[in-house]
């Protein structure tokens, strides 16, 4: 019995490490929390209002992240992982596109390669992501993970999107597809940050840096 208590002192110490990892990485990337005040399910999550906007510094296309306890097995982890992007802003609300929105377009790499592809929302009815044009001689497999290229501007390089749960390859497109769960779940989605963006310059060295 005391090996139990000892491993969920462990697991407490981890998750109190990691909360304060994050609030270091919040700090780190300049920025700003914020709660989602309207999510409509029935809307497949099409629509993530949030309590913060033009008065809080929020601007068209900022990046949007969030922190989520996920159950690995029996461990917990804590995973960080990309929302979408801001579309609309007011005085003290915005609104944020998802990822699942088949009108997002983001750069993303796939695997321990690095292949390149183009991701956006699988359909309009679905909680799940397309990534295009992905070269057919890429070895892309079940549980590849996917994160952010860079490409396009709007999202640093290296943010987690999430991992490949089935690959196409379409007999007359020169190119495979590979179809992405993301890492976050919008069901249990209260809380996200919004990365306040600098010029481009600035960003990607400051993101060169902290690698």
């Given at each position: 019995e005391s090996m139990d208590v000892e491993i969920s002192e462990i697991k407490k110490e981890n998750e109190r490490l990691r909360a304060l990892l994050g609030m270091k990485?919040?700090?780190?990337?300049?920025?700003?929390?914020?709660?989602?005040?309207?999510?409509?399910?029935?809307?497949?999550?099409?629509?993530?209002?949030?309590?913060?906007?033009?008065?809080?510094?929020?601007?068209?296309?900022?990046?949007?992240?969030?922190?989520?306890?996920?159950?690995?097995?029996n461990v917990k982890e804590l995973v960080k992982g990309v929302v979408g992007k801001i579309v609309e802003v007011r005085g003290s609300i915005a609104r944020i596109q998802p990822l699942i929105?088949?009108?997002?377009?983001?750069g993303v790499k796939?695997?321990?390669?690095?292949?390149?592809?183009?991701?956006?929302?699988?359909?309009?009815?679905?909680?799940?992501?397309?990534?295009?044009?992905i070269t057919?001689?890429?070895?892309?497999k079940f549980g590849d993970i996917v994160l952010t290229s860079g490409e396009a501007g709007v999202f640093p390089p290296g943010l987690i999107i999430g991992t490949v749960v089935k690959t196409d390859v379409p007999e007359t497109n020169p190119y495979q597809r590979a179809i992405v769960k993301p890492s976050m779940d919008y069901n249990l989605l209260d809380?996200?940050?919004?990365?306040k963006k600098a010029p481009e310059k600035d960003l990607f060295e400051l993101f060169e840096e902290t690698k």
């Open positions: 990485e919040m700090l780190r990337y300049n920025s700003v929390t914020a709660t989602i005040i309207s999510k409509d399910p029935d809307n497949w999550f099409r629509t993530l209002i949030i309590n913060r906007g033009e008065n809080d510094g929020i601007k068209l296309n900022m990046p949007v992240m969030a922190y989520q306890v996920v159950q690995n097995g929105s088949p009108d997002i377009k983001i796939i695997g321990d390669s690095r292949f390149p592809g183009l991701l956006s929302g699988y359909t309009y009815n679905s909680n799940l992501c397309a990534v295009n044009y057919r001689a890429a070895p892309i809380e996200v940050f919004i990365i």
